[in-house]
Every structure is written in C-alpha cells, then in structure tokens.
C-alpha cells in the first residue's frame, strides 16, 4: 500500500489554488487587471525606447542592446513581482493583525507569507518583458556558445533570486519599520529601474550601490555587455557577469538575516 499521507507541500497548493480561482470568478475585472499590468509593462519599455531612440548610444549601449538589457531586467523583476512581490503587504497583515494568524500554523512564516497570494495579472508584465528579450537575442549578433547559454540561463535564475531577496529584505525591514514601505521601495522597486539603466552611466557611488550592495547590475547590465562582447567600465567589467551566483547568496543572506531579526522583534498585532 502507498503512502496516503498529504504531502508538505499541500496546503501550500491549496491556498494557492483558491487564490488563482478567486482572480477568475470575476472575468471582467480580471481582464481588467491584466490590462493594466500589460499596459504598464509597455509604459516601462516605451520609456527606455524614447530615450535610446533619440541618442544613438548610452553607456556603450545601442537600441537593440537596450533591447536585451531591458529584457533581462523586466523578465527577472516581473516573475520575482509574482512570485514574491506580494510580501509588501506585510505591513498590512502587521496592522490588522492578519500576521498572528500565520504564527498559529506549522508552516514556515516566510513560505506562508509567499503562497498568500499569486497575482495572475502580473503575467501579462512578464510576456511583455519576455518579447523585448527575444527581440534582444534576435536583434544583436551574439555568438551563442555554450558558454554563452550558460551564462543566459544563469542570469535569468540568478536574476530572478536576487529580485526575490530584495523583496523577502524589504519584508524583514518592515517589522522595524512599520510604515516605511517607500524606504524599502526604493531598492525594490528602486532597483529594477536601476537595473534598466546601463550602469556605465552611474556616477561611482551609484556604481558601488547597485554593483555590489543592492546589486541589480548582475540581473542585466553585466549579462548583457558581456553576451555582446563590450568590456564595461572599470568597477563593473564584463566578466563579473559570471559572478552572479555570489550576488545572489549575498542578497538572500542578508534577506534571511533580516527576515530572522524582524520575526524575532515582533510581538503581535496587540488585537
């Protein structure tokens, strides 16, 4: 006889489940919903469009790799958006004291907070993003070695991870913080605009902030001038385009260390 035991993973399921079935009940304001998630995906590209449309290169970079940055920055940021963007809502569950709720379960706080809620709309960001990017592999001539497929798999999953940890730092802080999800925004979402940029173009402090402690540079910008062959200033070389791996440890270090601290600070919502 098999094993009839629920898995771990079921109520997990479950409420995801119930989630994604509650967002199609309501046909119409679904549709509504990715609209406006399409249409702020276009908003965002056609920013980046104007600009490089009007000056022939920025940073080393042309049209087409702007293309392929942009598309390695959106993709990333929109799949960590759906996965775990929903964790800027803790300050929400704080105040209502929603939050308790989670304690009174046998699961992880930070897996729970995850699998609370997956918004369906925010797909329509993520085929926006993932079409620039496909015009970027097929608008730049790029010498796809192994070793280049390599590294475009590695970003992707690296950078995913390292937009992930931002948002799961950003969720620890807001225990201490409470109310101070525009601090936190700034690196979150702060740092997927940063991370559309070539970072060439920083000054060194900006350099030094989105190279290396929030560094949104390995999600995009380092990736894409090393697939195309440029070298890259002198802080951020092509070839650190290989460390991302290393970005993404030190971002989900410092995440879980945050997330440790804040739960432990945390005494209730007093309800």
């Known amino acids: ?8 993973l079921a109520p997990y399921r479950a409420v995801l489940g119930s989630r994604l079935r509650a967002q199609r009940a309501y046909p119409l304001s679904f549709a509504t919903d990715v609209l406006s998630a399409f249409l702020i995906g276009l908003v965002e590209f056609a920013e980046m469009w104007v600009i490089f449309h009007n000056v022939p290169r920025l940073g080393g970079l042309d049209l087409n790799g702007m293309l392929l940055l942009f598309g390695f920055s959106n993709t990333s940021f929109a799949i960590a958006d759906m996965v775990v963007g929903h964790a800027d809502t803790l300050p929400t569950y704080i105040r209502l004291g929603k939050l308790d709720a989670f304690y009174l379960r046998p699961q992880p706080l ?30 730049n001539e790029i010498d796809w070695t192994a070793a280049h497929l390599v590294l475009f798999t590695l970003t992707l999953v690296c950078g995913i991870a ?19 999800a525009e601090l936190t925004n700034s690196f979150t979402y702060g740092g997927s605009y940063a991370s559309m940029q070539p970072a060439s173009v920083f000054p060194t402090p900006m350099k030094l902030i989105f190279g290396f402690l929030v560094p949104v540079a390995f999600t995009s910008y380092l990736p894409a001038i090393a697939l195309l062959g440029l070298p890259g200033p002198a802080l951020l070389p092509a070839w650190l385009a290989w460390a991302s791996p290393l970005a993404a440890l030190w971002v989900w270090a410092a995440a879980l260390t945050a997330w440790r601290i804040g739960t432990r600070h945390y005494q209730g919502g007093g309800g």
Do not use: E, K, N, Y
């Open 1 to 8: 006889m098999g094993d009839s035991r629920p898995s771990a």
């Open 110 to 139: 930070l897996l729970q907070l995850m699998t609370s809620d997956i918004a369906l709309r925010r797909v329509a960001r993520i085929a926006v993003a993932g079409t620039v990017l496909g015009f970027g592999i097929a608008r």
């Open 162 to 180: 390292i937009f992930a940890g931002l948002f799961v730092c950003a969720a620890g802080l807001q225990f201490f913080l409470i109310d101070g």
